[in-house]
């Protein structure tokens, strides 16, 4: 039987475990215990950390898989890179993951290849030159990911708290302070196969909006025109290239303007997180994109062919009683268009401060009007 490594066990982590099982796989799972779903789904569960890199390569050794993989994950992702390098699978290269998961080495790498650029700063204390940057900008840690310690800074007098923040959650140590783009939010959901990249979806983001932008849905189709497809693909495409991605799974965020200018958020190379890559893509497209992450770790390239037609998936997450309230009228009233409802936690109750601490969620799918 074919084995395929999988980092991570949490309910996004999840849908690959199963997909893998679907596919034939034995699934090999490696997390910290804390009761995920995945400790109990997975054919094979080890109970050590995401970062413990060296200890998972050397029981990789031993189980000898096809394939190493993850999602939504830039911590996981790294991990990903390092085991397969090891093992000698497929995958991006280190210098790839660098790139693409510390963004600080992401903004310069744009400003090299020559993509618009926000005017950007790396710190971890208030420095003179951010005092000559026009107001908003965004701060936020280097090197993490789910809208940990972002904030938008309105005030000069802000600025000491919110990288004293981002730098206490950043794994380096590290703020990136950058000018504040205006305009709606949307991310572009890619497969690559050697160095060719295949745009499967936009997804149209929701969120709290300032200081903070913790994601409240996503839904797919975006609802942007042809015309303004083709122009985010013109940029989104060299941005891939910029960050080395060739292989895998990649999530793009982006701002479109008040004067229809494209601007880039971030990149990860790897599949979007908040189920945008596990459930909205196959939801919405018909395309496997689980399935292709699959076969690209295992060096094949990927089926590109939608198994069903175009239909509108959205994703809501739970913040509050009365969101949960929502959900439960919802399904009372659209039983037929309830997809997916997540376990609640409500441990984070009236302290939902990223998109680790939400309460849970709930996906749809209807046809298209």
């Not at 989104?236 to 008040?258: Q, V």
């Not at 009372?332 to 680790?356: A, C, F, M, Q, T």
């Amino acid at each position: 039987m074919k084995k395929i490594v999988i980092i991570g066990a949490n309910d996004f982590q999840n849908q690959l475990i199963l997909k893998a099982k679907e596919m034939g796989f034995e699934t090999h799972v490696f997390a910290w215990q804390d009761g995920s779903i995945g400790e109990r789904t997975a054919d094979h569960f080890y109970p050590v950390s995401i970062v413990e890199i060296d200890e998972i390569l050397e029981k990789c050794r031993e189980i000898k898989p096809d394939a190493v993989a993850t999602i939504a994950s830039d911590l996981a992702n790294i991990t990903v890179s390092k085991v397969a390098a090891g093992l000698g699978l497929p995958g991006n290269t280190p210098e790839c993951i660098e790139l693409s998961t510390n963004k600080y080495a992401m903004r310069s790498a744009f400003l090299k290849a020559g993509l618009p650029t926000p005017k950007f700063y790396k710190v971890d204390r208030v420095i003179p030159e951010l005092m000559e940057m026009e107001l908003p900008v965004i701060v936020k840690p280097t090197d993490r990911s789910g809208s940990r310690a972002i904030t938008k800074i309105t005030s000069y007098d802000q600025l000491e708290e919110a990288i004293k923040e981002a730098v206490e959650q950043s794994f380096e140590k590290k703020a990136i302070v950058e000018e504040y783009i205006e305009g709606d939010e949307y991310s572009y959901e890619t497969i690559s196969y050697h160095g060719t990249h295949t745009n499967l979806a936009v997804t149209k983001k929701y969120t709290t909006g300032a200081p903070h932008f913790i994601e409240t849905g996503h839904v797919q189709p975006s609802g942007l025109s042809e015309e303004m497809l083709e122009k985010v693909r013109s940029v989104m495409y060299p941005a891939l290239d910029a960050l080395k991605i060739t292989d895998g799974a990649s999530h793009g965020e982006f701002r479109i303007t008040p004067e229809g200018e494209v601007r880039i958020i971030e990149i990860g190379s790897r599949m979007g997180g908040d189920c945008i890559g596990s459930d909205l893509v196959p939801l919405s497209t018909g395309y496997d994109f689980m399935e292709m992450i699959v076969d690209v770790a295992c060096g094949k390239a990927p089926k590109i062919v939608p198994k069903t037609g175009p239909k509108e998936a959205r994703i809501r997450f739970l913040f509050t009683m009365d969101d949960v309230e929502e959900m439960k009228q919802y399904e009372k009233k659209h039983p037929e268009e309830i997809y997916r409802i997540s376990e609640l936690d409500l441990s984070h109750l009236g302290h939902v401060s990223d998109s680790s601490t939400r309460l849970g969620y709930y996906i749809t799918v209807k046809e298209l009007s």
